[in-house]
């Protein structure tokens, strides 16, 4: 469902409406007439319409966390919010660039659109822009030949993850978020074909890829248990949503009485 373009045509009809029952109706009505109910229940509740669709196209959109793949940094039925204005107002339902505002950065958790299906949108973290060189090797990320920074901090079990997994803390450009990854699963790469596949080689042990202008390269925190650039290659900067950083409400936590998880994220 494109809860945009519903938005944007019921502020449509009932900003008609509105502009009709201003301009006209009103004048037609008796004096003190109150409007009728079916006028109350379209014009009435343009302004609050209108309002909610600016808000959630240009500044914040609210988004439910699905899937494990960005634990820890989010777990399932997380809400979170995203800035829209991060990486560029866009035109409504339309998606296309209006004015640059700008450009995600290593690090950043964006929210885009799935570039196999563009009506879906995933979340995960940027670990490399246009121009990079980025290496994935023995469950080690390199990027411009500089090893991402790592400290181990453990063992990590949780319910809605399958089995435990090692717990690490990275460093990449001066920002630090935990991953997880499961030494014991094997590594996945490229199963399927997309654009720009040239970009990339297999290595003996890994992966090589020159990320393409225009394009990102985009892991789940989750790292064996995401799909993302690895098997479906890269993300087009025309389909990128907006920068994710709030946990605003997840039912489960806050009805068990855990509030720690709430608030901004790196």
């Not at 502009?19 to 009505?29: A, G, T």
């Not at 079916?38 to 209108?50: D, Q, R």
């Not at 630090?176 to 014991?184: K, M, P, S, V």
């Given at each position: 469902m494109n809860f945009a373009l519903i938005l944007f045509?019921?502020?449509?009809?009932?900003?008609i409406f509105w502009?009709?029952?201003?301009?006209?109706?009103?004048?037609?009505?008796p004096a003190g007439a109150p409007r009728p109910?079916?006028?109350?229940?379209?014009?009435?509740?343009?302004?609050?319409?209108?309002?909610?669709?600016?808000v959630r196209s240009f500044l914040f959109e609210p988004f439910n966390i699905p899937s494990g793949s960005m634990i820890p940094t989010l777990r399932i039925g997380d809400l979170i919010l995203v800035k829209k204005y991060s990486y560029g107002i866009r035109v409504?339902?339309?998606n296309t660039l209006a004015v640059p505002t700008g450009l995600p950065q290593r690090g950043d958790v964006a929210v885009f659109r799935y570039p196999k299906d563009e009506s879906v949108d995933y979340i995960k973290?940027?670990?490399?822009?246009?121009?990079?060189?980025?290496?994935?090797?023995g469950k080690r990320i390199s990027v411009n030949g500089?090893?991402?920074e790592r400290k181990d901090l453990g063992i990590f079990a949780d319910a809605s993850s399958s089995r435990p997994a090692r717990l690490y803390e990275e460093s990449m450009d001066g920002r630090?978020?935990?991953?997880?990854?499961?030494?014991?699963a094997p590594e996945f790469f490229f199963m399927e074909a997309f654009s720009h596949r040239e970009a990339c080689d297999r290595t003996v042990a890994g992966i090589r890829c020159t990320v393409p202008a225009g394009h990102y390269f985009?892991?789940?925190?989750?790292r064996d248990n995401s799909a993302d650039s690895r098997i479906w290659g890269f993300v087009p900067e025309r389909n990128l949503v907006g920068q994710a950083f709030m946990i605003w409400f997840n039912f489960g936590e806050v009805v068990s009485g855990r509030f720690d998880r709430l608030g901004f994220f790196e």
């Open positions: 045509l019921a502020s449509l009809v009932t900003g502009v009709l029952d201003r301009q006209i109706w009103r004048h037609q009505r109910g079916w006028l109350e229940y379209t014009a009435g509740f343009f302004p609050v319409i209108f309002v909610v669709f600016l409504p339902v339309l973290r940027i670990v490399a822009i246009p121009g990079d060189r980025i290496e994935i090797e500089k090893l991402v630090r978020y935990q991953t997880l990854n499961d030494e014991g985009a892991m789940g925190d989750n």
